[in-house]
């Protein structure tokens, strides 16, 4: 089959897009699309108007942020929201306050690392209440599923927020297990980006503060953190954010530790690295 001259520049074309969306996507290194098309979402399309007033509305850890930091948070915003599907149960409404909040609080406890967009977690699924669990046979307010689902009770979503001193806030806590596990998920090619030093000095002060608490010599996490070290890094996210002074004054070592590991400081809103 031949071209005539003029159309070989629109088959060239042709080819390299099916190249890039079929082909490409096995012999990319893992994840280059995805991530790719992530960051020109984030730069390409900015956050909307609506976005930003929910924000400066409903979100207190973004409007104490630095125009500049406002900027790299609504980019992530938008780069989280990618690849997320909403599903909502239990006749709650999913809006663009529920998609922009959950979102939002992903980018709260990532903003100190590398861009990560829990890409492994592609569903968000919202009950409006604490829901039963047919696997332990309790009521949960929300957990994750290391098949790639974040599960949250909107109430106590919206109660981590509008009590926000209370060390308790079960969207931070969510979040920092998908974090975990999307650190050590290789597929998509979102892995390792917290640093292994880190980590590992986080988990020495972990076990030196879990041995505090059993002995009674300290309350500053509760006793749920007791429960496995990931229970722990989650519980302790919620009180680095919540009360980062009481964390600092009573639990130096761990306040450190989790800063380093994070790369920011919620006591004084900085950043080891902007990117
Ligand atoms: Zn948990």
């Known amino acids: 089959m031949e071209f005539p001259a003029q159309q070989i520049p629109v088959v060239l074309l042709i080819l390299l897009v099916v190249f890039v969306a079929g082909i490409g996507r096995f012999l990319l290194p893992a994840g280059f699309i995805d991530r790719t098309m992530g960051v020109l979402q984030g730069y390409l399309f900015p956050m909307r108007h609506y976005q930003r007033q929910i924000l400066e509305k409903s979100f207190a850890y973004y409007r104490q942020l630095d125009v500049a930091d406002k900027r790299r948070f609504e980019r992530r915003v938008v780069e989280f929201l990618a690849n997320k599907e909403f599903i909502p149960r239990g006749g709650l409404p999913v809006t663009k306050e529920t998609k922009t909040l959950v979102a939002a609080c992903a980018v709260q406890l990532t903003l100190g690392l590398p861009p990560v967009r829990l890409r492994h977690f ?115 996210v919620e009180v680095f954010f919540e009360n980062p002074e009481t964390m600092a004054a009573q639990a130096p070592a761990l306040y450190n530790a989790l800063k380093d590991l994070l790369k920011q400081d919620p006591l004084r809103l900085q950043f080891s690295s902007r990117t």
């Not at 009521?139 to 974040?150: F, L, R, S, T």
């Not at 209370?166 to 969207?171: L, M, P």
């Not at 980590?199 to 503060?209: D, S, T, V």
């Open 122 to 236: 592609r569903k968000i699924i919202l009950y409006p209440d604490a829901y039963f669990s047919t696997v332990n046979r309790e009521y949960h307010q929300g957990e994750v599923n290391a098949a790639g689902a974040i599960v949250l009770s909107w109430k106590h979503f919206m109660d981590g927020y509008l009590v926000p001193n209370d060390s308790r806030n079960v969207g931070l806590h969510e979040m920092a297990h998908a974090l975990l596990i999307e650190n050590r998920t290789r597929y998509d090619g979102e892995y390792d980006f917290l640093d292994g030093n880190s980590l590992n000095h986080f988990l020495k002060c972990a076990e030196a503060e879990h041995g505090r608490m059993q002995r009674g010599e300290v309350g500053l996490l509760r006793k749920y953190a007791q429960t496995s070290p990931v229970e722990f890094f989650s519980v302790a």
